[in-house]
Nanobody
Framework: QVQLVESGGGLVQSGGSLRLSCAAS????????MAWHRQAPGNQRELVAW???????NYGDQVKGRFTISRDIRQKMVFLQMNSLKPEDTAVYYC???????????????WGQGTQVTVSS
């Protein structure tokens, strides 16, 4: 069974930094994409950043220039460095990985349970 576990969330003041980590466990053939999403109270879940298996990255406009996504494929981990945090960054942050369980299976999305990030003013 594949499981994703996030860590690194917490309370930080405006302008501060946090580093989120997500580790996948279980038998996995390949990971195609690793991503971070977030969901604030009353809002829909939005894409924050993603990185694919060749290292291409992409960011949502609201975090571009402040957040950096990186990964360690061999350790099946993805990270999100968050700098210059703002109160509007407050949300539950979720890790997602698109992966294949076997070499011939179709890719599927797996999600972590989320970690709370709160930015105070």
């Amino acid at each position: 069974q594949v499981q994703l576990v996030e860590s690194g969330g917490g309370l930080v003041q405006s302008g501060g930094s946090l580093r989120l980590s997500c580790a996948a466990s279980g038998i996995i053939s390949s990971i195609l994409t690793m991503a971070w999403h977030r969901q604030a109270p009353g809002n829909q879940r939005e894409l924050v950043a993603w990185i694919n298996n060749i290292g291409t990255t992409n960011y949502g406009d609201q975090v571009k220039g402040r957040f950096t996504i990186s990964r360690d494929i061999r350790q099946k981990m993805v990270f999100l460095q968050m700098n210059s945090l703002k109160p509007e960054d407050t949300a539950v942050y979720y890790c997602r990985m698109t992966l294949r369980l076997t070499t011939t299976s179709p890719p599927s999305d797996y999600w972590g349970q989320g970690t709370q990030v709160t930015v105070s003013s």
